[in-house]
């Protein structure tokens, strides 16, 4: 099994700051289409998850141009250049390489 | 539009038993596959099981193989998750989810929370 871990688990973050969320995997994502099987969701407080990054680095339908993603293989790596407000909750990666897992989650909040 | 909603969902004792339900509608259901996601309180999200648009594939979670089965009724749009041998590490709400083309999940339904205790 795919194992996904997140740095940091807490991201107290100023407004207009920007932000980094680091995802690891513990085999590579990287298929051989040329493809990361890596996406990015965000939980904001009682909602279910959006999708945010899809593919390791293309922005969903509707995402803010604030969101990119980037990394390969086996490390990933989600920016919020600057954080807003609307951007609180919690941050999970997911491979969907070999069925599916999430990591721990990262949970942004504004100082 | 987009909609799955969940029902089955309540109270059970540890070692019993519950079928979940999901319905879809607003899009080709039978063109899909589908899974179901939980969480527990409080925790984050674990993916549960993975079934094929035709129903041929099958996956589950290590943590609940054995006790789970998933189905769906392309006649019905719906799926469904069979729940037997519960414990009470399974209490969570669980949510049923789209996956697009693109191996990402799209669209999830609101939930409907298990709690398993005594």
């Known amino acids: 099994d795919i194992v996904m871990t997140q740095s940091p688990l807490s991201l107290p973050v100023t407004p207009g700051e920007p932000a980094s969320i680091s995802c690891r995997s513990s085999?590579?994502?990287?298929?051989?289409?040329?493809?990361?099987?890596l996406n990015w969701y965000l939980q904001r407080p009682g909602k279910s998850p959006q999708l945010l990054i899809y593919?390791?680095?293309n922005r969903a339908s509707g995402v803010p141009d604030r969101f990119s993603g980037s990394g390969s293989g086996t490390d990933f790596t989600l920016k919020i250049s600057r954080v807003e407000a609307e951007d609180v909750g919690v941050y999970y990666c997911?491979?969907?390489?070999?069925?599916?897992?999430f990591g721990q989650g990262t949970k942004l909040e504004i100082k | 539009e987009v909609q799955l909603v969940e029902s089955g969902g309540g109270l059970v004792q540890p070692g019993g038993s519950l079928r979940l339900s999901c319905g879809a509608s607003?899009?080709?259901?039978?063109?899909?596959?589908m899974n179901w996601v939980r969480q527990a309180p409080g925790k984050g999200l674990e993916w549960v099981s993975y079934?094929?648009?035709?129903?041929?594939?099958?996956y589950y979670a290590d943590s609940v193989k054995g006790r789970f089965t998933i189905s769906r009724d392309n006649a019905k749009n719906s799926v469904y998750l069979q729940m037997n041998g519960l414990r009470p590490e399974d209490t969570a709400v669980y949510s049923c989810?789209?996956?697009?083309?693109?191996?990402?999940?799209?669209?999830w339904g609101q939930g409907t929370l298990v709690t398993v205790s005594a």
């Open positions: 989810v789209r996956r697009s083309g693109d191996y990402y999940f799209d669209y």
């Open positions: 607003g899009f080709t259901f039978s063109t899909f596959e």
């Open positions: 079934i094929s648009s035709s129903g041929d594939r099958i």
């Open positions: 085999q590579s994502l990287l298929y051989s289409n040329g493809y990361n099987y």
């Open positions: 593919l390791g680095s």
């Open positions: 997911m491979q969907a390489l070999q069925t599916y897992s």
